[in-house]
């Protein structure tokens, strides 16, 4: 039985030619992603906001002013609708009572679930939130910090366990990876919460471990050939792993698609998170983070003199080809 082979072993793809083009193709969806992120925002979720979160489920798809308007009879705070997955569900968020702790929380719940029922027979609660202000403000900072020393953590690994370069394009790339995730968020306004905050971190840890396979074969072809053009070194190094590569991301694409369409709404937006952060961050290692050690100045005399440097014995030393012919 022939093993199944998505890239052929003798792949030879010129990845490095189109560095300018990924160059303007990732500064413009960068900006795009950003410019989103601060004209329409993010629909934060209960998490980050605070207050009260109710899912509410309806027998048929409902007019969100129709419930607006029976919980504004109610006089439990001004409401904050959205239909949320199918026209059938609505996410409504509420105040926090300002006394009474979780008891009046509670009572307010049970108090808007009444008027609901007698005004919508046949709907349900599939899940309710609460998180006071307080709350919410420090996981919005703890959110923000974990996310900011993942990448500069990294990014400094990267920096002393190769080059500086190495250091900087893991940075860019890792960046870029994350302010697409919110461009996305803030595109779609999918509820961005704490789950969405996991997801990213997530992302962050699978571009790193794609883009260290790619660093690790380029760091080994520089010590294996030294007189290679450093743009045919990046090709040979970037097709080498490409069949690693594209495996890992497809399998992990099928196991999020599984987990998209059966794991419900609750899971959508982590998915949708993760799927969106595959595939940004395959591209990312592949067309941007390989080619900008080019633009960086790096060259496969740098690892020569690194090894001089620390008093590391040369490896004998094997030739490449000159002019950007490939072995």
Do not use: C
């Not at 029976?70 to 949320?84: C, D, K, M, N, P």
């Not at 306004?189 to 790619?214: P, R, W």
């Not at 992990?252 to 899971?267: D, K, P, R």
Request: positive net charge; aromatic residues 8%.
């Amino acid at each position: 039985m022939k093993l199944l082979k998505l890239v052929p072993d003798n792949t030879n793809i010129g990845f490095v030619k189109l560095r300018h083009w990924a160059f303007g193709l990732t500064l413009l969806l960068t900006v795009l992603a950003v410019g989103a992120t601060f004209h329409k925002g993010l629909n934060l979720g209960v998490d980050f906001v605070g207050g009260l979160m109710i899912e509410a489920k309806f027998p048929q798809a409902v007019q969100t002013d129709k419930v607006r308007d029976t919980i504004a009879g109610l006089r439990v705070g001004e409401s904050s609708l959205q239909q949320f997955g199918d026209p059938k569900t609505v996410q409504i968020r509420l105040p926090l009572p300002e006394q009474g702790g979780a008891g009046a929380a509670n009572a307010v719940v049970e108090k808007t679930r009444k008027a609901m029922e007698a005004q919508f027979p046949g709907v349900t609660f599939s899940r309710y939130d609460t998180v006071s202000g307080k709350v919410s403000g420090e996981l919005i900072q703890n959110g923000v910090l974990a996310v900011v020393l993942a990448i500069v953590g990294i990014a400094i690994f990267s920096w002393f366990r190769y080059e500086w370069q190495f250091g900087v394009s893991t940075f860019v790339a890792i960046v870029h990876d994350v302010l697409m995730t919110l461009g996305f968020f803030a595109i779609t306004q999918m509820e961005f919460d704490l789950n969405i905050i996991a997801a990213v971190l997530t992302i962050v840890g699978y571009s790193i471990n794609d883009k260290m396979v790619i660093d690790d074969r380029i760091r080994e072809n520089m010590r294996k050939y030294r007189k290679m053009d450093m743009k045919s070194l990046i090709d040979l190094s970037v097709n080498e792993t490409l069949p690693r590569t594209v495996m890992t991301s497809m399998t992990i694409l099928l196991a999020l698609g599984a987990l998209l369409l059966l794991g419900g709404h609750v899971l959508r937006g982590f998915t949708a998170a993760m799927m969106l952060g595959i595939i940004v961050g395959t591209y990312s290692s592949v067309y941007v983070s390989s080619s900008l050690l080019i633009s960086l100045g790096l060259s496969p005399q740098t690892a020569e003199k690194k090894e001089k440097k620390g008093g590391i014995a040369a490896q004998a030393e094997r030739m490449g080809p000159r002019d950007g012919a490939q072995p």
